[in-house]
């Protein structure tokens, strides 16, 4: 990684690179880490995105694809974020409706189809 870092997210783009983001430098907890690094493994190369947010704890975020778009869900919070591009995160108008701890918790997307399958 170009950052190198620990308690960090991870997640397969739509494109098929991987994009790190959050966590701390340190092992005490003293450095956080606000940068996105992506991993393209065809290139073998890493290369910045921008940074997350001031506003997003970088604490062990869960990061996910939906709908071709990375969304992290905060950690200890009930905030979703979406990556707009490589300049920034928005906040959804949606939440998790409970707090999330990545650390303890998963977090998994399914899909609408799945609906009547499972009532």
Do not use: Q
């Not at 994009?19 to 890493?46: K, M, Q, R, T």
């Not at 704890?57 to 996910?64: A, C, N, Q, S």
């Not at 869900?73 to 959804?92: A, C, H």
């Amino acid at each position: 990684m170009l950052t190198p870092r620990w308690l960090h997210g991870c997640v397969l783009t739509d494109d098929g690179e991987v994009l790190i983001a959050g966590g701390y430098e340190d092992l005490y907890f003293n450095v956080p880490s606000n940068s996105v690094d992506i991993f393209n493994p065809v290139s073998l190369e890493w290369r910045e995105s921008g940074n997350l947010t001031s506003n997003i704890y970088p604490h062990t975020p869960g990061l996910l694809l939906w709908k071709e778009v990375v969304i992290l869900i905060e950690y200890e919070s009930d905030r979703i974020w979406e990556r707009e591009d490589d300049l920034g995160w928005r906040l959804m108008d949606v939440s998790m409706g409970a707090t999330f701890y990545a650390d303890e918790e998963n977090a998994v997307l399914v899909p609408d189809s799945w609906k009547n399958a499972c009532a």
